[in-house]
């Protein structure tokens, strides 16, 4: 029986992103002005704050106007006002412009590090009180009866075995009357919240994107600082959700990048390929031949929208941000929401904690509806669910949800099936003739993990998991699918070797996995699981 050290406050909150920093600070902001402070504790499983964190970025900044007030003369981190905004449709060797929709003008608005700006928001919790505590990964909720008490941060200093190396530690109980999680995307222990309290059975299958990323250093003469450049069309079919991004900020720097819905069909499709097949278009080579790359990374987003949202609440605890699913897609935003969903929780739990002895925080979605935050997603949440039709009448149904029934379309388009059943059978489908690397724009998967200073111990447990080891990876993935697991991630984790008697088996390279968890969201069957990995390993994004 493991002993561990318990550590008691009256919120815990998993995660360092916009949506946990956010609510942790407004937590504090309350207990100062109401003179009753409450002990609040933030952790975070990256290295340091920010080491986990990839976004575009481009910040609508309400929430952070609200959060805190003349921000930008406290000396925030790097942001870049955007200067001009163009929407792209792109052929093979041709662009179109097309007049920028309302959602996508971004007046007002900066390019940012969504990086640097968490760690940035880390620096003003910790003088307002807040304990933040980054390298520990939460791996199990502690429950009393049916109630949410806590969590326990995973181990460290276990060798592949799981038995304990000269420098184990163990994990620590971190409880406490109430837990707000704040996990991001896909969080691992928010996924065992909804199958515990069933959180999902009154919403729509969520639906998912990848974002893959490159940071660029281009000559001085090239940059446009706060040109912010969208584009749909080539290289992706038109069955196939997805697009690009370009934002010049900073001193001469490009963050240019690609997203793929998870819901696409072909299983030979490759999300990375398709990125730097985008790089090679007259409209960004010329950028691209001239720079450096300096950085890399990938991470999964959530795109279902409204009705694609959770119940939010449980005994002992709470759900916000990108882990319930805030992010506007026609916007192509989701910061602000994140952290407004945030402050919106801790404005509805810190009366709780004062006055009730209540377990549910039942105020926090009602609350939610009565906020900018819900009227930002209803006016959008019939968009998304329109490119089933494919791209063109997609684009055509956006124009018109926008301009002539303004967001209030007397309808509510759903979303029918999770983005793991979406394949069809690789028999069915053509594979993509992806070009060559020039090593110039084009990159092969190796050199590009290599710039997302991916960093672990080799001797621990596995975090990629298997429920069933050798059966279905080559059963159904393989011979059905053609393994589109050695395709989708973004960091060449999985690959399938053959033995001296040409029998397939999944190789899976852990220590190669950037945390962006496309394998728990697109596996056909469900059968990878993806799990922490010691906390303080993974990717160490600068500026991403």
């Known amino acids: 029986m493991i002993t561990r050290e318990t550590m008691d406050f009256d919120v815990v909150i998993v995660g360092a992103g916009p949506a946990g920093l956010s609510a942790g600070i407004r937590l504090a902001q309350l207990g100062e002005q109401h003179h009753h402070p409450l002990n609040i504790c933030i952790i975070d499983k990256g290295e340091t704050i920010g080491a986990h964190i990839l976004s575009g970025a481009v910040l609508e900044p309400r929430a952070l106007d609200e959060l805190i007030p003349g921000w930008r003369d406290k000396n925030p981190p790097l942001h870049t006002p955007v200067s001009h905004d163009q929407f792209l449709f792109l052929t093979k060797n041709r662009t179109w412009r097309l007049p920028t929709p309302p959602q996508m003008q971004n007046h007002g608005n900066s390019i940012i590090s969504l990086g640097l700006l968490c760690r940035w928001l880390a620096e003003h919790a910790e003088n307002l009180g807040v304990n933040v505590f980054p390298g520990f990964a939460a791996t199990e909720v502690i429950y009393d009866g049916n109630r949410v008490c806590g969590v326990v941060t995973g181990d460290k200093g276990l060798d592949r075995q799981g038995q304990p190396k000269p420098t184990y530690q163990p994990g620590i109980e971190l409880r406490a009357r109430q837990v707000i999680f704040a996990e991001g995307c896909r969080g691992s222990l928010t996924q065992t919240l909804f199958n515990r309290y069933d959180l999902r059975k009154n919403s729509d299958p969520q639906t998912y994107g990848l974002g893959i990323k490159e940071l660029?250093?281009?000559?001085?003469?090239?940059?446009?600082?706060?040109?912010?450049?969208?584009?749909?069309?080539?290289?992706?079919?038109?069955?196939?959700?997805?697009?690009s991004f370009a934002y010049h900020f900073g001193k001469n720097l490009l963050a240019v990048g690609f997203v793929i819905g998870l819901d696409y069909e072909n299983p030979y499709l490759n999300p990375y390929e398709e990125f730097q097949r985008f790089k090679t278009h007259p409209c960004m080579r010329p950028l691209l031949e001239a720079g450096n790359r300096i950085a890399y990374g990938a991470r999964t987003l959530i795109e279902g929208g409204l009705q694609s949202i959770p119940k939010l609440t449980f005994p002992g605890g709470l759900i916000v941000g990108d882990a319930a699913g805030f992010l506007n897609v026609a916007k192509i935003k989701g910061i602000h929401n994140a952290m407004k969903s945030a402050m919106v929780a801790a404005e509805s739990l810190y009366p709780m904690l004062l006055n009730t002895t209540e377990q549910e925080c039942t105020a926090y979605p009602d609350n939610l509806k009565k906020s900018w935050l819900w009227d930002d997603l209803y006016k959008v949440r019939n968009i998304r669910p329109s490119f089933r039709w494919g791209l063109l009448p997609a684009l055509t149904y956006s124009a018109l949800d926008t301009y002539l029934f303004r967001g209030r379309a007397p309808w509510t388009f759903r979303h029918k099936i999770p983005d793991n059943q979406s394949l069809k059978k690789?028999?069915?489908?053509?594979?993509?003739?992806?070009?060559?690397?020039d090593n110039k724009v084009t990159f092969d998967l190796p050199a590009s993990v290599f710039l997302a200073n991916v960093s672990y111990d080799e001797n621990q447990p596995y975090h990629l998991k298997l429920k069933d080891r050798h059966g279905i990876p080559v059963t159904v993935n393989l011979r059905e699918y053609a393994s589109p697991e050695t395709r989708y991630c973004p960091a060449g984790v999985y690959e399938i070797l053959y033995n001296d008697k040409n029998e397939p088996r999944l190789q899976i390279n852990g220590g190669n996995c950037i945390h962006c968890k496309a394998c728990d969201i697109k596996d056909p069957t469900q059968n990878i699981v993806w799990t922490p990995s010691e906390g303080g390993s993974g990717p160490n994004y600068e500026m991403m």
């Open 216 to 243: 660029w250093e281009i000559p001085e003469g090239l940059h446009q600082s706060g040109q912010v450049i969208h584009s749909v069309g080539w290289p992706l079919d038109t069955r196939t959700y997805g697009g």
């Open 426 to 437: 690789a028999s069915l489908c053509k594979k993509p003739d992806y070009p060559k690397h």
